[in-house]
């Protein structure tokens, strides 16, 4: 890794302010003075008038989901076969990458196709290569002769495999593990090219071990913050590790929260809420959603991690979730983090800021599931996504994508958070939009001031200035890490 040089940012405008010059030296911020007010020293960057910021942060990403979901084709828009066979022609045409030697897709809906899926018309467009798509639902998987014959399946004349030895032969296949060593740089590169320095890590996995040695191999352009689960928990403690520790000798590795997940999902029906689901026969056992870890193991494990020094970021999306995670937060004493926090209840807004906790929300799916919430949480949608509320009741806010599930580009969650609306759609709940500055402060960890840490972002466009579209595909001309350049096109 380089060690950082000294460097003058000239002429760049803090957001909503007037330009100034930023000497940068030992990784950090050693100067902001009006332009042409000091001499510039080292290398002289020119911005030309564009707006620098704060590095910005990811605060909730699965990094091995997403490194798999980005090297797989996107066949998540497609509506037919023929659709499908398309973008797999044009991926073999443009040198998609392969993982272990196969070609992955994603994403398909054979459901509603007119014409069914057929090995022939598979083999027809690839037959060297083998060639393994998943289906949408991760039910059902398309593959050529080449790929069975690898993975030691049987096909028929559909090429298609369902439930049972699909779902055997996807969970014998580990496509973490065949990941090429660059593949993790390469999705590091690219989050940094959207302005991003830092990610908060909930892939369940050897966070502490894997995060350096990725470091080690070259992955350096993202500060990370790996949080721990509770299988690995009391491993943590024996090793005497507390939240903030440093896990890397360049101070990008860092070890994070416990994390622990108490209820489900929206789109499952999984969400611990107060009210039944719609069509649930309310008496049935799960018609409020699920509570998938006691809340006495919940208080367990928060008093166990509290007394070793590690925090904890818990995920919640029901209503019930979040009021039972508040009541273990507030019967613990401990500050931490509630992920997700996608419906809560009126009363219990107000006591985020009361226990000191910070929500962690991802904005985008607000965008992705407002139909299904509409649907599975009619007449609570006011107080869904409720990223206003959380904000007016004094909450600390925080933004993410949930990669792989949401775009890792931190100017996408600004965008549905401040506006609620994407593509032609009118605005969802415009009352819980949240203005610019919150979204971007929710955004980075470090401040644009000497003394801090060189983590900057400049951009062609004034977020503050910006349309919905503006800000979602903002340009990105440079970003540093810590003094580095990790993203440069000025
Ligand atoms: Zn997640």
Redesign the pocket.
Known sequence: MNAPETITLRGARPYGAEPVDIVIRDGLIAGIAPMGAIDPVGEIVEAAGRWVGPGLWDS?V?FTQHVIRRRRIDLTQTRSAGEVLDAVRTALDEGAPLTDGMLMGYGFRDGLWSEPASLAALEETVSDVPVVLVSGDLHCGWMNRAAAARLGAELDDTGLLREGPWIRLLHSFDEAAALPPDAYRDAADAAASRGVVGIVE?ENTDNVAEWPARVAEGVTSLRVEGAVWPDRLEQAIAAGLRTGDRLDEHGLITFGRLKVVVDGSLNTRTAWCWDPYPGLDPASAHACGMESVPVPELRRLLERAHSAGIGAAVHAIGDRANSAVLDSFEATGMPGVIEHAQLVRDEDFSRFAELGLVASVQPEHAMDDRDIADHHWAGRTGRAFAFGSLHRSGAGLRLGS?APVAPLDPWISMSAATDRSRGDRVAWHPEQRLPVDIALAASARGALAVGQQADLVVVDRDPYACDRDELRTMPVAATMLGGRFTWREI
């Open positions: 909730h699965h909930f949930d």
